[in-house]
């Protein structure tokens, strides 16, 4: 079965941090760019950060910069994004999804990917 499948979210408190994973079982994640997507209630959802399939590229939404990194490890077909100083605006439903195109295109458009987890939340909140 071929699938993205999230873990790491949980509710934490202002400026503390967490580590997301997205992990592929069924197929290789090497080909594909990844992004990580999130939505809040009566929200679109939006690209936050994506990572070209060499991990040479990525980008990141202007209201994380600084503080949210994503990362690659292929050999464990697996991405990452590790969110730092969370404020109560990231609060969301957070989705990885695979796709083949350019980061900035990718994070952009979340329509039309290959593929998509189902999403973990993630809560900031004293």
């Known amino acids: 079965q071929l699938q993205l499948v999230e873990s790491g979210g949980g509710l934490v408190q202002p400026g503390e941090s967490l580590r997301l994973s997205c992990a592929a079982s069924?197929?290789?994640?090497?080909?594909?760019?990844i992004g990580w997507f999130r939505q809040a209630p009566g929200k679109e959802r939006e690209g936050v950060s994506c990572?070209?399939?060499?991990?040479?590229?990525?980008v990141y939404v202007d209201s994380v910069k600084g503080r949210f990194t994503i990362s690659r490890d292929n050999a464990k077909n697996t991405v990452y994004l590790q969110m730092n100083s969370l404020k109560p605006e990231d609060t969301a439903v957070y989705y990885c999804?695979?796709?083949?195109?350019?980061?900035?295109?990718?994070?952009?458009?979340?329509?039309?990917?290959?593929?998509w987890g189902k999403g973990t939340l993630v809560t900031v909140s004293s």
């Open positions: 990572i070209s399939s060499s991990g040479g590229s990525t």
């Open positions: 069924g197929f290789t994640l090497d080909y594909y760019a």
């Open positions: 999804a695979a796709g083949r195109r350019t980061v900035q295109a990718m994070c952009a458009e979340y329509r039309g990917m290959d593929y």
